[in-house]
């Protein structure tokens, strides 16, 4: 037996069966955009964790801000007391948010999520929340009530919270022209938004959807949906979870849309590979009191010494013109490989998805691409994600695509 077969085994007797294994891949570790598994076997990682190491596995910055915050402190109970590495970071991610004053810390994607539901709650006090069908903000409750991308996801788990889910334009599905389906999408939101007119909160949207399938909206759509929510009172929360930090090429994923929202949600690469998430706003929406919502890990000193490491980091090597450049090359060695097989390609930047014929061929080619050296994952009903660390450089685009070919 191979040492990734021992480690699968003894996982299966202790491990939680919910979690979402779809490859047979033990990570042993990672570098840049190169991982290796238990027995030593290389692989060019396509998947940067789930979008989490954008900087690159294992980034020598991440280990020297961890090393000299360990000396002076692990946690600092930041809801609680003060402490200036946390305070730090949000000065520095504000650099990158224009427009916005107040950060909440915290731990993951769905806390923030969760934070910025309760936040829109709390200032409109209104009750009801429109998300989309096919997303995904999070799986605890207030999360979860949003999301809407797999029926495991949310079987059992009711009665949840007040939330609608409305249709999110996806021309190759619905089978519509990119701007039909746009204007098909926001009248059914509109509708839905004038059901509720005053008692609606918010509208929450992933700008490019992620677990649902990479899912680019057009413009015009994204741009509808600011409109109606000024019109209607609502707060527009974004979930930049997945899309974020420069993943699109911009610092937000809306920001592609000419586009600014009222709630930012942001994890995944924000730490560098260690747990971070932050709910950023304006003073004027952020105004709860003190005790309306808090924390014991958010501001984390680890955490938050690897935040601004890793924002740095991004800046300084323009991993967004980066993702940019690289994932035009990515996009159009796809759009050559169209036929039969994937049938549909979109993206921004190095946040791209493929569709292929049937869900069984796509499982079929991300075991075959996993035996080939390149790692990916599913997204949607048959659907491939694409989201390498944003440092993937030109050769490492091409060998991948090469493998991939080769497994169609």
């Known amino acids: 037996m191979s040492k990734s077969s021992d480690i699968i085994a003894r996982d299966g007797k202790v491990s939680s069966p919910s979690l979402t294994r779809e490859l047979p891949f033990v990570f042993r570790k990672g570098h840049g955009c190169h991982v290796w598994d238990a027995d030593g076997?290389?692989?060019?990682?396509?998947?940067?964790?789930?979008?989490?190491?954008?900087?690159?596995?294992?980034?020598?910055?991440?280990?020297?801000?961890?090393?000299?915050?360990?000396?002076?402190?692990?946690?600092?109970?930041?809801?609680?007391?003060?402490?200036?590495?946390?305070?730090?970071?949000?000065?520095?991610?504000?650099?990158?948010?224009?427009?916005?004053?107040?950060?909440?810390?915290?731990?993951?994607?769905?806390?923030?999520?969760?934070?910025?539901?309760?936040?829109?709650?709390?200032?409109?006090?209104?009750?009801?929340?429109?998300?989309?069908?096919?997303a995904f903000h999070g799986r605890t409750m207030g999360a979860l009530s949003m999301t809407n991308s797999r029926a495991v996801q949310r079987?059992?788990?009711?009665?949840?919270?007040?939330?609608?889910?409305t249709p999110y334009p996806y021309p190759y599905r619905m089978k519509m022209e990119p701007e039909e389906c746009s204007q098909h999408c926001l009248g059914l939101l509109e509708e839905?938004?004038?059901?509720?007119?005053?008692?609606?909160?918010?509208?929450?949207?992933?700008?490019?959807?992620?677990?649902?399938?990479?899912?680019v909206?057009?413009?015009?759509?994204?741009?509808?949906?600011?409109?109606?929510?000024s019109e209607y009172g609502a707060l527009l929360c974004d979930d930049e979870v997945q899309a974020g930090c420069f993943r699109t090429g911009k610092f937000l994923a809306m920001e592609n849309f000419g586009v600014k929202p009222d709630i930012v949600s942001l994890s995944k690469a924000i730490g560098g590979g260690i747990p971070l998430g932050a709910m950023v706003s304006t003073d004027a929406i952020m105004d709860w009191p003190k005790g309306a919502h808090a924390n014991t890990f958010g501001g984390n000193l680890l955490a938050c010494a690897g935040g601004?490491?890793?924002?740095?980091?991004?800046?300084?090597?323009?991993?967004?013109?980066?993702?940019?450049?690289?994932?035009?090359?990515?996009?159009?060695?796809?759009?050559?490989?169209?036929?039969?097989?994937?049938?549909?390609?979109?993206?921004?930047?190095?946040?791209?998805g493929f569709e292929l014929c049937t869900p069984a061929e796509r499982n079929r080619v991300l075991l075959q691409a996993m035996?080939?050296?390149?790692?990916?994952?599913?997204?949607?009903?048959?659907?491939?994600?694409?989201?390498?660390?944003?440092?993937l450089t030109r050769g490492e685009a091409l060998k991948g695509l090469e493998i991939l070919e080769g497994c169609l």
């Open 41 to 134: 076997k290389h692989y060019l990682d396509f998947t940067a964790c789930i979008a989490v190491n954008s900087i690159g596995h294992d980034n020598p910055v991440i280990r020297k801000a961890i090393l000299r915050q360990i000396k002076d402190g692990i946690h600092c109970a930041f809801s609680d007391f003060y402490a200036e590495t946390p305070v730090r970071l949000a000065e520095k991610l504000l650099e990158f948010m224009p427009g916005f004053q107040k950060v909440f810390l915290c731990n993951s994607g769905t806390e923030s999520v969760e934070a910025a539901y309760k936040l829109a709650r709390w200032h409109s006090d209104r009750t009801w929340t429109i998300a989309f069908q096919g």
């Open 308 to 352: 601004i490491a890793a924002l740095d980091f991004m800046r300084q090597k323009k991993l967004g013109e980066n993702a940019i450049r690289v994932g035009k090359i990515i996009l159009k060695g796809l759009e050559s490989m169209k036929g039969d097989r994937i049938v549909d390609v979109r993206g921004i930047g190095l946040m791209i």
């Open 192 to 215: 839905r938004m004038n059901a509720m007119r005053d008692d609606l909160s918010a509208v929450f949207m992933e700008p490019v959807q992620g677990e649902g399938g990479y899912i």
């Open 155 to 165: 079987e059992r788990f009711g009665p949840f919270l007040p939330v609608v889910h």
């Open 371 to 391: 035996k080939k050296g390149l790692l990916l994952l599913p997204a949607g009903d048959a659907s491939v994600r694409i989201c390498p660390p944003l440092t």
């Open 217 to 229: 909206p057009p413009e015009s759509f994204v741009k509808g949906v600011r409109k109606l929510c």
